[in-house]
């Protein structure tokens, strides 16, 4: 292929290269302990099953729900004062501007009309309400019609995409997938280490290209390579860059139409990692990346460090992009995937 611009190189690293030259650990703290084997991996996959799920996400949710608790969970009569407290605790847990003025707007609505009295009839309503505009939503990750299915993975640095692509990857592994990962951060290499030690301890190949590798270059090496092997999924990390960084976000376009070339309708997911304790400055996040690079999915990380889970609202609001995985600690398992109707229940419990 004439058009292609880079030498080929696949250097794939079935060992690790020793300890992190520059200071910086890639190895895992021990609380992040990793199944052990693919049988603990797909048992701990089962127990998140559909019940699983549900109390992750509500475990996630548990500072957010037990912000609006405080107003909610109490037995009052609804007046004005009642409102405004409702509205600092909406906006308390991010829910946005554009969205605590149109749910207020309904709540207020519904009081004067007398089918509002109490403050526990308020809950309820919210969730019809949060229910009706999450709806129209795919939030189920993309699968190719034939071939490797690949999501790339983008990101600010430290929102946590490596660790995201790994609890993804082990995800897809452990219902039956056939996984590989691409270490496309070739800034630093700590980086490609870092996701060496999650591949390994994951038990999942991974393409890396050495440190300072052109990131498009990888990120072809593992198309190859996926299609050599039949692969399902083929997960491509990429370094942070701010949404500033205009050579940067440049350089994003150009590692997705390398991998378009190679894999006609790839990437299938392009999918951006925010950091869900960052709060609004999300939104810029996604609306940069969004100009950038067509998202087609959010992966909301660090949920369970936040009491601002209202985010995903205002994000759906503001780019109807589908938030797809929630990111819920810092082990393997700490995943799951986006469902609108646990959410919104988990909002309120
Ligand atoms: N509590 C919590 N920490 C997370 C989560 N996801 C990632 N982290 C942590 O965030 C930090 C940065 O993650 P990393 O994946 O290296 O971010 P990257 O720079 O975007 O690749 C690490 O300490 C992760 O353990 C999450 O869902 N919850
Ligand atoms: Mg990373």
Redesign the pocket.
């Known amino acids: 292929m004439s058009w292609w611009p880079f030498r080929k190189k696949t250097e794939e690293s079935p060992e690790r290269n020793g300890a992190p030259s520059d200071g910086g650990s890639p190895s895992l703290g021990e609380d992040?302990a990793l199944p052990e084997t693919p049988s603990d991996a797909s048992a701990s996959a089962r127990e998140e099953g559909d019940g699983g799920a549900l109390s992750l996400l509500a475990r996630g949710l548990k500072k957010t729900a037990a912000g609006l608790k405080q107003i909610l969970g109490l037995r009052r009569a609804i007046d004005e004062a009642f409102l405004a407290d409702l509205e600092v605790k909406m906006y308390e847990a991010d829910f946005g501007p554009d969205t605590v003025t149109a749910l207020l707007a309904a709540v207020r609505a519904a009081w004067k009309a007398e089918t509002l009295r109490e403050s526990d009839q308020i809950a309820p309503f919210l969730q019809e309400s949060l229910r009706a505009q999450l709806a129209d939503k795919d939030t189920q990750l993309a699968r190719a019609p034939s071939g490797p299915t690949v999501v790339l993975v983008c990101?600010?640095?430290?929102?946590?995409?490596?660790?995201?692509i790994a609890k993804l990857s082990h995800w897809l592994a452990a219902r039956g997938d056939k996984v590989i990962l691409a270490a496309g951060?070739t800034f630093r290499a700590a980086?490609t280490e870092?996701l060496q030690v999650w591949s390994q301890r994951i038990g999942l190949p991974l393409v890396t290209g050495g440190a300072g590798s052109d990131p498009a270059s990888v990120a072809y090496s593992a198309c190859e390579r996926a299609i050599a092997e039949q692969a399902d999924y083929l997960v491509v990390?990429t370094a942070?860059r701010l949404h500033t960084q205009a050579n940067l976000m440049r350089e994003l376009e150009k590692i997705r139409r390398v991998i378009a070339g190679r894999i006609p309708g790839a990437p299938h997911e392009t999918l951006l990692?925010l950091d869900a304790t960052t709060g609004q400055n999300a939104v810029n996040q996604a609306d940069a990346f969004n100009r950038a690079v067509a998202l087609t999915g959010l992966i909301m990380?660090?949920?369970?460090?936040t009491a601002k889970g209202g985010i995903l609202v205002t994000l759906h609001n503001r780019f109807r992009i589908p938030v797809k995985f929630v990111?819920?600690?810092?082990k393997v398992a700490?995943i799951a995937e986006f469902s609108t109707e646990k959410y919104v229940q988990a909002l309120f419990t």
Do not use: I, P, Y
């Open positions: 992040q990101g600010v640095n430290g929102t946590g995409k490596t660790t995201s951060d980086a870092q990390d942070g990692v990380a660090k949920l369970d460090g990111g819920l600690g810092e700490d």
